[in-house]
């Protein structure tokens, strides 16, 4: 039982020291556009982490760390899997796919935003109407008031 214990725990951190490798090397072989988008994208992401907690703290709503990490696992894995594809798919030699990086950064980015105000209307911060009817008809949201 406990070299079972062992070798999960090996393989958590070789997991862990891997992905920890890879984000600063892949910073090198990117180009400053898609850094800037992606560094954007990343803060956007961090901030509706943040304004999602203090909206549940403002609300009422009990987070427990295993929520906390399965929610913010369970949206950062697929943007990081739709990441990599888009970076991968924008380096082949196909004429007009050479910015789908930037515009799905960017996309994900404004989905961020949104997201951002949608927590912080929640803790009855108000929104200039124009914004957020841009921002819906932007992201096509159909379930938005």
Request: with cysteine; glycine share 4%.
């Amino acid at each position: 039982m406990v070299k079972k214990n062992n070798m999960q725990t090996s393989t958590i951190k070789t997991i862990w020291t891997t992905i920890l490798a890879i984000i600063p090397a892949s910073m090198c072989i990117i180009s400053e556009a898609e850094h800037s988008a992606l560094f954007a994208f990343v803060v956007l992401y961090f901030l509706d982490v943040i304004t999602g907690l203090l909206k549940a703290h403002k609300t009422g709503i009990i987070i427990t760390s295993h929520k906390l990490w399965r929610k913010t696992l369970g949206k950062g894995i697929p943007y990081i899997i739709a990441i990599g594809v888009f970076y991968i798919v924008s380096r082949l030699p196909i004429p007009f796919i050479d910015c789908s990086f930037c515009y799905l950064v960017c996309w994900l980015a404004l989905t961020e935003t949104y997201s951002n105000i949608e927590n912080l209307a929640c803790m009855g911060i108000k929104f200039p109407e124009k914004i957020v009817k841009r921002i819906n008809k932007v992201l096509h949201c159909e379930d938005c008031e």
